[in-house]
């Protein structure tokens, strides 16, 4: 197997959403291995964002920090602008950051709906617009976009529902984009399944009842996946890559009522 540096990133620039933690700081992790030089956007982690740039400038790679609420849209639109100055262009866009609330049709409230909305779809949707008209204004320039996503945005329950549905019309975004955006800038997405317990520091154990393979991803595979989709074959484009041990293969009819749903966790934008 493949280690994640025979991808090499060198020369390019990568701004990564709520990478100061969790999946976030992972993927940055694999894009300085691979050599590639980081925009690292936080929320409210700063402390955890300085951290994470200082273990990945040892690696001999550019780090530059960049805070911004996702939860305003103003600031959302401006991020990519300000990366592009701060670290003179950028070649992809991963678009991590996410909240996930465990809430039900029921205790959904309007604040939370939109909440989610905002930060898991609008912020990308943004995001993505403003990296595009960057780079296609430079003549021959290409890019990348990578979204990260989950595997019930293509297989729902009734668990998780703002959630849900905000990673599911991200999915989509994703597949439009792809068309809309071709031939000079690819967009794909990495589905996640159990790459990390719970965020609240609850346990999990029965999320992998429910997983096929019957374990946590390593840090290693969410790392060779991104670097497949920054680096690999550029006719990929509109593809959803499952990262999650089999997990949106079974029914969530199939699982015993006494397991728990919870984990496979993407990064919480407080990062």
Known sequence: MPSPTSQSLQGQTVLITGAARRVGKMLAEAVAAAGGNIVLHYGHSHAAAEATAAALRAQGVSVHLLQADLNDPAQAAEVVARAWETAGGLTALVNNAAIFENLTWETTDLAAWERHLRINLTA???????????????????????????????????????????????????????????????????????????????????????????????????????????????????????LDGGRHLVSIRKIPASVSLRGGLTNAVKS
């Open 124 to 242: 990308p949707f943004l995001l993505s617009q403003a990296f595009a008209r960057r780079l296609l204004a430079e003549e021959e320039a290409r890019g990348r976009i990578v979204n990260i996503l989950d595997w019930r945005a293509l297989r729902p329950g009734p668990d998780h529902l703002p959630y849900t549905i905000s990673k599911a019309a991200l999915a989509a975004l994703t597949q439009s984009l792809a068309v809309a955006l071709a031939p000079r800038i690819t967009v794909n997405g990495i589905a996640l399944g159990a790459v990390l317990p719970p965020a609240d520091g609850q346990p999990a154990p029965k999320v992998l009842h429910a997983t096929p393979v019957s374990r946590w991803a390593t840090a290693e595979e969410l790392g060779q996946t991104l670097l497949f989709l920054l680096a690999g074959p550029a006719y990929i484009t509109g593809e959803i890559i499952h």
